[in-house]
Each structure stands twice: as C-alpha cells, then as structure tokens.
C-alpha cells in the first residue's frame, strides 16, 4: 500500500484542478487528505494499493504545470 502526496498552488489548482481530477478517477486511488493552505497550496494524498499504479500516478500527476508529487509506503 502506498500514499501519494500532490502539492500544487492555487494558480496551478485554478489552471488544471479540474483535469487533475479527471485523472484521479482513472486510478483506483482512495483520497486519504485534502488540506487548503492559507496561501492557496493545496496539498492532497491518495492511497494506492499497487506500487506500479502509485509510479504512474505520480509521473501522471507531474505533467501538470506547478504540481509536484512524492510517495511513500503505508
């Protein structure tokens, strides 16, 4: 099991929110956080089973402008 964390500022959350989520539906991620900071940053983690789906869903994540990602094992 693997969590996912996707940070992104407001301005990249205005320009690609709504694609982002798009691409969240494709995995079978399980949003686990969503905090808005007081600047704007979004900050958010899914958990995902398999460590393959995990990769890719952060590579996926990164082609978005002002969105960076890491992940760490549950």
């Known amino acids: 099991m693997?969590?996912?964390n996707?940070?992104?500022s407001g301005e990249a959350w205005k320009l690609c929110g709504v694609d982002f989520a798009k691409l969240a539906e494709t995995y079978q991620a399980?949003?686990?956080g969503?905090?808005?900071m007081p600047d704007d940053t979004r900050i958010m983690s899914y958990k995902i089973e398999a460590?393959?789906?995990s990769?890719?869903?952060q590579e996926d994540c990164t082609k978005f402008e002002?969105?960076?990602t890491n992940f760490?094992?549950?």
């Open 51 to 53: 460590l393959c789906d």
């Open 66 to 68: 002002g969105f960076t």
């Open 30 to 32: 399980e949003l686990i």
């Open 34 to 36: 969503s905090k808005k």
């Open 6 to 8: 996707i940070t992104c």
């Open 72 to 74: 760490e094992s549950l």
């Open 55 to 57: 990769e890719s869903f």
């Open 2 to 4: 693997w969590q996912v």
